[in-house]
């Protein structure tokens, strides 16, 4: 491999799902995952295969799908996931195995009760059952920037010894700050005798707002592949944002001469994807894919664009995906035009979803004066992602305003393929359309977020409106867009209640829609 190459290793579908309520099903892990494959990441963790049932189908499935990335399971350190790892990747075309066990001295004392020797036999145990099933295996020392020095190195050389082929080291807290982190990956090529067998990888997580520049000091340290999720989606604060890692290596070439296997240009379509998919909104000011990231609003910024792009922006929206906004089509274009608008757009869809997706177009054409690129890029992604909901938005109806006196809903779903309908009263017509909801399903969970932002400018804007839903502790996401705030607003709660449901038939099978 290229000594400057380094290696993009994507735990979107692993880490970034542990985010409270970002649940993913088994439908929506595998569009992840061919988004990915299309954008040239070269490791997918799919996910941790002894979790659930669910995440063992995901991996099972993702590895059937994937023939180009290397496909990724997580383990722990012992022989049952090990093993229910090597099952799940079977029918990988390339697999790897990535096992781990704490090492820090906290870790082994609180969390694993282990001594520092039983945790180091673990270590080589570990790694040489991983190589029984594939020669790809990855082995990390959990929370390696709070360990022993002396005890890092011996274990490092000890997977190494076993035949791990990669050594991540990670920041599981975020702890360290970026010369603090360089300065211990040059430790570890300076001490570990057979360091050369192996690709150094490191995995940082955000809570100080260092994932990424403490990655990037990494690799001007040596490591060559970087763990990351997009949209820096993972628990607590967050992982390293993939897009950042890749646009800061591809811009700054002057000062870090390295490359990436990336399609940036596939960047926004993946963020987009995975903001709709978990229900987790991208914000505004975000890095490379936040709506405001190439936009410029003091004049003197707008002077110099206008004149030269490059006088306030480092790098081109077209590399990343985000094309200029054009309309060009409306409630006159035909099936044909659509799909074409698709390709363009970088979807690849059945006759099926083009169906669905051609009559909301349709619809949406008819309340909404001129259709952009991200209109259709929501609507396409909040058509196809909701295909397998259990419960399915149908109508909606709704009385409200001052001279009313009380707001009034009348909502139809489809659940479980029955349709039923209900007319109840809120104190809002918001409040009034998640009471229907609740009177149709089910009232055990509680709202805890709503928020609503516009996909474009203008009245006509489609509104995407994001909620967060608790039940019993557990939490989810959900987001909807529609042209009509309510409506989007329904279909937000809807999508939400259908992950609670995943969510809940994974700890209580019998457990149905009331």
Request: some cysteine; charged content about 25%; proline content about 3%.
């Amino acid at each position: 491999m290229n000594s400057n190459r380094v290696l993009i290793f994507d735990t979107t579908m692993r880490d970034g799902e542990q985010s409270p309520g970002a649940s993913m099903n088994r439908e929506e892990k595998i569009r992840i995952a061919k988004v990915l494959e299309e954008m040239r990441v070269d490791v997918i963790e799919a996910g941790f295969p002894i979790a659930s049932q669910g995440d063992f189908d995901a991996v099972e499935a993702i590895a059937k799908e994937i023939t180009e990335s290397v496909v990724c399971g997580l383990a722990r350190a012992g022989k049952p996931d090990i093993d229910r790892a090597a099952e799940a990747l079977r029918a990988a075309k390339r697999s790897r195995i990535h096992t781990f066990i704490a090492t820090s001295p906290l870790h082994m004392k609180v969390k694993l009760q282990m001594e520092p020797d039983a945790v180091y036999q673990a270590v080589i145990d570990s790694v040489r059952r991983a190589r029984n099933y594939t020669d790809d295996v990855e082995w990390s020392a959990e929370d390696a920037t709070r360990t022993d020095k002396d005890f890092l190195c011996r274990c490092v050389e000890a997977a190494i010894d076993a035949g791990a082929t990669t050594i991540n080291i990670p920041d599981t807290v975020g702890y360290t700050v970026p010369d603090e982190f360089h300065a211990l990956i040059r430790m570890l090529f300076d001490r570990v005798p057979n360091i050369d067998k192996a690709t150094v990888s490191v995995h940082c997580h955000n809570d100080l707002g260092l994932a990424v520049a403490n990655s990037l000091a990494a690799v001007q340290a040596g490591a060559r592949q970087v763990e990351c999720t997009v949209n820096g989606l993972g628990e607590r604060a967050g992982n390293a944002a993939m897009e950042e890692i890749v646009m800061a290596l591809r811009t700054r070439k002057d000062h870090m001469p390295f490359e990436t296997n990336i399609r940036t240009e596939s960047i926004t379509r993946a963020s987009h994807l995975v903001s709709t998919i978990t229900g987790f909104p991208v914000q505004l000011n975000k890095a490379i894919v936040g709506a405001n990231a190439f936009a410029h609003e003091a004049g003197i910024h707008q002077d110099g664009v206008l004149k030269n792009a490059e006088t306030y922006e480092i790098m081109s929206p077209e590399s990343v995906g985000l094309k200029a906004s054009n309309l060009v089509l409306g409630k006159h274009s035909g099936r044909h035009a659509f799909r074409a608008k698709l390709e363009d757009l970088g979807y690849q869809l059945g006759d099926n979803a083009i169906n669905h997706a051609f009559k909301r177009f349709k619809d949406l054409a008819d309340r909404k004066k001129d259709v952009y690129d991200e209109d259709i890029v929501a609507l396409v992604d909040d058509t196809v992602v909701r295909g397998n909901d259990r419960i399915k938005f149908v109508s909606l109806e709704v009385v409200c305003g001052t001279r009313v006196k009380k707001q009034t809903a009348e909502m139809e779903l489809e659940i479980d393929g029955v349709l039923k309908t209900i007319k109840v009263t809120g104190d809002g017509p918001v409040d009034a359309i998640f009471n229907a909801i609740k009177d149709l399903t089910t009232d055990t969970q509680r709202l805890k977020v709503y928020h609503v932002h516009a996909i474009t400018g203008g009245t006509d804007a489609q509104a995407e409106v994001t909620v967060r839903l608790e039940e019993n502790g557990k939490t989810v996401m959900g987001q909807g867009a529609d042209t009509d705030t309510l409506v989007a607003s329904a279909r937000a709660y809807i999508n939400a209640l259908n992950k609670l449901l995943v969510k809940r038939e994974k700890t209580e099978p019998a457990a149905m829609i009331a």
